[in-house]
């Protein structure tokens, strides 16, 4: 994972613990209490979630580039292969 994703999901946690301090602190009736903190743990979860999709996105682009580079040096591999039994 990249050092921008860690950050960023590193925001999220810290974001969350401190919605939720603020949540258990605030003076509501327990249903209340209990109803902010599972609305904010399905919008942290959800946020959380995208996060993954767009890294797993991104990494599948990489693993991609990657191949298609590996596959047009091994075609130049093989070529300078055969130019050289050519010559031989």
């Not at 925001?11 to 903190?37: C, M, N, Q, Y």
């Not at 993954?52 to 191949?67: A, G, M, P, R, S």
Request: aromatic share 2%.
């Amino acid at each position: 994972m990249s050092k921008t994703s860690n950050v960023f999901i590193g925001f999220l946690a810290g974001a969350a613990a401190g919605v939720l301090a603020g949540v258990l602190i605030a003076p509501e009736k327990g249903s209340e209490t209990r109803k902010k903190i599972k609305e904010k743990v399905k919008d942290v979860s959800q946020t959380i979630s995208d996060t993954v999709e767009e890294q797993i996105e991104h990494l599948e682009e990489q693993i991609k580039k990657l191949k298609k580079d590996a596959e047009k040096t091994v075609k130049k591999v093989k070529d300078a292969a055969s130019d050289v039994k050519t010559e031989a």
